[in-house]
C-alpha cells in the first residue's frame, strides 16, 4: 500500500475514533437530560427544541461544505 495512503488513513481512523468518543459524551448527557426531566415531570421529547437542532446543524452542515441529508440521518 502507498505510504502516503497509510498515513492518511490512520489520520481518518483517528478521526473516528475521536468521533465515537464524542457522540458516547453526547449520549451520556442526553441520558442525565433524560433523567433530570423525569425527575422533574417534564416532557422527556421537546418537538420545538429537536427542530431548531435539526435547523441549525443542517445549516452548518451546508456552511462546512457537508451534505444537509447526511448530518440530519446522523
Known amino acids: 500500500m502507498n505510504k502516503e495512503i497509510k498515513i492518511y488513513r490512520g489520520i481518518i481512523d483517528k478521526i473516528d475514533n475521536k468521533i465515537l ?33 435539526e435547523n441549525s ?4 452542515a451546508g456552511e462546512l461544505g457537508l451534505s444537509r441529508y447526511f448530518v440530519k440521518k446522523l
Open 21 to 53: 468518543e464524542k457522540l458516547a459524551e453526547r449520549t451520556a448527557i442526553v441520558r442525565l437530560i433524560g433523567k433530570i426531566k423525569t425527575v422533574n415531570g417534564l416532557a422527556v421529547s421537546d418537538q420545538k427544541r429537536e427542530k431548531e437542532m
Open 57 to 60: 446543524r443542517e445549516q452548518l
